[in-house]
């Protein structure tokens, strides 16, 4: 751990293991992408349906979001975290929605590029897209193949789905913190509901996907953000970590159903990114380009496995789209992200810390 003080720790292994789980979930979309299918993903195939090595990134993901999300709500105001929070999300989003609608709408719309283009409707879909990442899973009048083959044909990007879900997590956080409920006993709660309301309700709101969605997904936040203060307080413990490990391999193989077994797993996930013993290959010449990654995996395995024809594989899907989209996330980093988030320090926004 580096920090001292009132200062935010910088925890370098975090990088890392972001970047890990975001190459985890473009290898279980090369699958699902050319096969039309997760049937034959390999943790799929050894754990079940469901339990493919995509969903565990994205578990990765959430945990490894609600820790330092949490962290960063110790420092500043609520419109201050909030601020933080929107630097980190909408420049990179923003820049991939634009990209997915005005050019890879025009190349893959049966209109064509001129049809396309003069149709009305594309600036609607961009505002739609920004407003709700969700929606830009699926764009109008974009396909990649004919969608009598698969209903993929028509999804430009099926990552989306997670990130209303981020920022849904952050706005609870924020108005926990406005009335000062941020601390481990309500998080400890928020955690404790969520997991077991699954083992009462195995679809909850079924008409409604974005609740569902985030009743699946949040609790692994808030089990990142109770781990935050739980971290604070106590060292990371490595017999603690190994039991976690033990336990959480016996929920994957004789509770292979309960959705949050795998959230034994944070802790020894957490143990890992904060130790000061561990150290993780470091990506500071490379930057955090796992959120770029994440974001551009998907339209970019549609594309090369439109490319490949007849020819895709997923290895060829795989091997092929992750250079590129890492490519596209360094890119996304240093022109973009970076330079946006230095404006998180726009001195009205500053207060004087929080209590946790």
């Not at 959480?248 to 949050?260: C, E, K, N, Q, R």
Request: charged share 10%; glycine share 8%; net charge positive.
């Amino acid at each position: 751990m580096q920090g001292l003080g009132n200062k935010k720790p910088f925890y370098p292994n975090f990088n890392t293991i972001r970047l890990v789980a975001a190459s985890m979930v473009i290898f279980s979309h090369a699958f699902l992408i050319s096969e039309k299918t997760s049937a034959n993903e390999p943790f799929m195939r050894l754990l079940g349906e469901g339990k493919n090595l995509g969903k565990f990134g994205v578990y990765v993901f959430f945990i490894t979001s609600g820790f330092l999300v949490t962290q960063s709500a110790q420092f500043g105001s609520v419109g201050g975290f909030l601020w933080r929070r929107a630097l980190r999300i909408y420049p990179a989003l923003v820049i991939c929605t634009l990209l997915s609608v005005y050019v890879l709408g025009p190349f893959f719309s049966p209109l064509g590029i001129g049809g396309y283009l003069g149709w009305s409707y594309h600036v609607r879909t961009t505002v739609y897209s920004v407003l709700n990442p969700s929606y830009g899973m699926v764009l109008p009048r974009v396909q990649f193949y004919d969608p009598a083959i698969s209903w993929l044909a028509t999804f430009t990007n099926g990552s989306l789905w997670t990130i209303n879900q981020e920022i849904f997590c952050y706005v609870v956080l924020a108005a926990l913190m406005g009335i000062g409920l941020l601390r481990a006993p309500f998080m400890a709660i928020a955690l404790a509901v969520g997991v077991t309301w699954e083992l009462f309700f195995e679809h909850p709101w079924p008409d409604r996907k974005l609740i569902t969605n985030f009743t699946f997904i949040a609790p692994y936040f808030f089990c990142g953000s109770l781990l935050w203060f739980v971290m604070e307080k106590w060292q990371p413990n490595i017999v603690l970590a190994l039991i976690s490990v033990t336990l959480g391999v016996l929920f994957l193989v004789f509770w292979p159903d309960y959705l949050y077994g795998p959230m034994l797993f944070a802790y020894p996930l957490v143990y890992i990114a904060t130790s000061p013993i561990i150290r993780l290959p470091t990506l500071d010449r490379l930057g955090d380009v796992s959120y770029g990654t994440y974001l551009y995996g998907w339209p970019v395995e549609q594309v090369v496995n439109h490319a490949l024809g007849q020819y895709s594989t997923w290895w060829t899907v795989f091997g092929i789209s992750l250079p590129i989209t890492l490519l596209l996330g360094w890119l996304s980093w240093h022109l973009l992200e970076k330079h946006a988030l230095r404006l998180k320090r726009i001195s009205f926004l500053q207060r004087q810390p929080v209590s946790p």
